[in-house]
């Protein structure tokens, strides 16, 4: 199930429910390993990268299961300490189970992670993090290797805001012996809900949502019980679908307030939303407007996660826009394959300018990382006649039924299989 079928050309339509955020939860199933008992995390996503996470937290001796979408995790007997390479290389998070392991087993070793080629994404700080908490860590050719008889608080500041270090720093500290200052950690809503999940399994956390997240370390930690927040990346996705459209849709769970720059972006382009009883209510029909600039950044900024999705609304909009990538360098992989479809959207280093307003037609394309297959998608959409996109189980790893979804507000689509969602 590697290509899927889409004819466009017709505005969405409909009422949409999110699904449970990716990035939440990986990070939340990491932190499961800490209790040597059995977590719950309510409303987690079914989708490559949480089946990717399950299959290394059940390799290193938990027992996890499914009733709908609520995973039990039980990490009673979960005592072992290597990853597999062929594990992590599929995904490039699970490097932060480098510092859960090492908080509960005293040591930890894994192939170098991998996941969606979008730019360098050294482990740099991830390791400083550790080692500063009293962690004997070595980055080999292939692999990391970690041991710590017993890490200590610190004070430790990020040379450069990171998500995944600053989730690294917390997943060790809250066993650490005394107190611990992260600062220069990263805001997103993802940090806020992992600092949550482990405060209700005892963790003593302040700070997070700021650039400084204080920590003093437990003993022990009980149980984790959590909801799982919607999807934002998701829910901007879907948002930008309607757009390249000009559909309206209502989302019926919305992320809240997480997704504020998205919409300040969104209402420049023309669209108009607002907010009913805990609904968020989309029409992008009057979407007219190319954006001047932009340029990603990371939390409260705009996300780099939309900004390739966003690109492929912007080609449907005439006149000039551009974009400028902050946070990976190799985001604009997409270009090429829009291009292919009728956009004109030249890069330059980091910048990438659209002229906007072709035609754009359906061809074969194929998607290249996760964030990009997605925005293929959205052209598809748009687009005039059927657009086949290969290689989507990048798109896979980050939605749970884009397919289904997208059927349900009218879109003509068809998976690989055969079986079409119309």
């Not at 700080?125 to 008889?149: D, F, P």
């Not at 611990?180 to 950690?185: A, E």
């Not at 399994?201 to 003993?219: F, N």
């Given at each position: 199930?590697?290509k ?26 990491a ?71 090492l ?48 890490l200590?608080?610190?004070?430790i ?80 996705t ?43 209510i ?42 400028r990538?902050n ?40 998607a ?55």
């Amino acid at each position: 199930m590697d290509k899927i079928r889409i004819t466009g050309g017709k505005p969405l339509q409909g009422t949409i429910s999110i699904q449970g955020s990716k990035n939440s939860a990986l990070p939340m199933m990491a932190a499961s390993l800490l209790h040597r008992g059995v977590s719950v995390l309510k409303g987690c996503p079914a989708i490559a990268d949480v089946y990717c996470m399950e299959d290394i937290l059940r390799s290193l001796g938990a027992l996890t299961w499914w009733e709908k979408n609520t995973l039990y995790l039980d990490c009673s007997r979960a005592d072992g300490t290597e990853v597999s390479g062929d594990s992590t290389g599929k995904m490039r998070s699970s490097v932060i189970l480098l510092g859960a392991l090492l908080a509960r087993n005293k040591k930890g070793s894994m192939g170098y992670p991998g996941g969606c080629v979008i730019g360098k994404r050294p482990v740099d700080q991830h390791l400083y993090v550790l080692r500063c908490l009293g962690a004997w860590v070595e980055e080999k050719e292939n692999s990391l290797e970690a041991e710590a008889g017993c890490l200590k608080g610190a004070e430790i500041v990020f040379g450069k805001i990171s998500v995944g270090a600053t989730e690294q720093g917390i997943l060790a500290a809250v066993l650490a012996e005394g107190h611990t200052v992260l600062r220069n950690c990263a805001r997103e809503p993802e940090i806020v809900w992992l600092c949550r999940y482990l405060r209700s399994m005892g963790a003593e956390i302040q700070g997070e949502g700021t650039h400084c997240i204080r920590i003093t370390g437990v003993k022990e930690l009980k149980a984790g019980n959590m909801q799982i927040p919607p999807d934002r990346i998701v829910a901007g996705t879907y948002l930008c679908a309607a757009a390249a459209t000009r559909g309206k849709i209502t989302i019926s769970n919305p992320p809240e307030g997480e997704l504020d720059a998205f919409l300040e972006v969104y209402g420049k382009m023309g669209g108009q939303y607002n907010r009913r009883s805990g609904k968020l209510i989309a029409d992008g029909s009057g979407t007219a407007f190319p954006v001047p600039f932009l340029e990603t950044d990371t939390y409260p900024g705009f996300p780099t996660d939309l900004q390739s999705p966003l690109m492929a609304v912007l080609t449907t909009i005439p006149g000039k826009s551009r974009i400028r990538e902050n946070i990976f360098e190799n985001r604009f992989r997409i270009a090429k394959e829009l291009n292919k479809m009728g956009a004109s959207v030249a890069v330059s280093g980091r910048e990438a300018s659209i002229q906007g307003g072709t035609c754009l037609r359906g061809c074969t394309v194929r998607a290249r990382e996760l964030r990009g297959g997605a925005a293929l998608l959205v052209a598809a959409l748009a687009a005039q006649g059927e657009t086949v996109i290969e290689g989507c189980s990048f798109i896979y790893r980050g939605y749970e039924h884009i397919c289904e979804d997208l059927a349900s507000l009218g879109a003509q689509i068809e998976e690989d299989t055969g079986t079409a969602f119309l």
